[in-house]
């Protein structure tokens, strides 16, 4: 199975890809790492967002987005513009796409994650969020 982690932050979209089979991890190239949506508030920015990661899911055969969710309140609550790019993912045709809590990423980083270097796994240390993500989807 192929997911695609996603950290949503006001409106940087933060990508991992990370296949998985049999317990074995691989971690696919892929041309984008961040996505970063201008304007929000306006429609035809969302439907481009929506154009882009559906145009990414069909070249990669991603089969779920992993989002990784955010408080909607306190202090480290999420933007409303990060709730409107959730919500554009989630409407987005025949693709699955799941909510996992920040405690589910957590639990299962710790359970059964091992101690990775990212930089060679070649990733960015702004991937790392979404990178765990993927991990406790496909865990």
């Known amino acids: 199975m192929k997911v695609c982690g996603v950290e949503l932050l006001h409106t ?3 990508i991992c890809l990370l296949a998985g089979e049999d317990g074995l991890f691989d971690i696919p190239d892929c041309r984008t790492r961040m ?8 429609t035809e920015e969302l439907r481009k967002f929506q154009r882009t990661m559906a145009k990414l899911a069909e070249d990669y055969k991603i089969e779920k987005f992993a989002i990784r969710s955010r408080p909607t309140k306190g202090k480290f609550a999420g933007s ?8 554009a993912l989630q409407l987005m045709p025949e693709i699955s796409v799941e909510v996992i809590d920040s405690q589910t990423v957590q639990a299962a980083v710790k359970k059964s994650m091992p101690k990775l270097d990212l930089k060679n796994m070649g990733l960015k240390k702004f991937q790392q969020s979404a990178f765990e993500t993927a991990f406790a989807a496909l865990s």
């Open 12 to 14: 940087q979209v933060n």
């Open 35 to 42: 996505i970063t949506v201008k304007n929000p508030h306006d």
């Open 80 to 87: 409303a513009e990060s709730f409107k790019l959730e919500a």
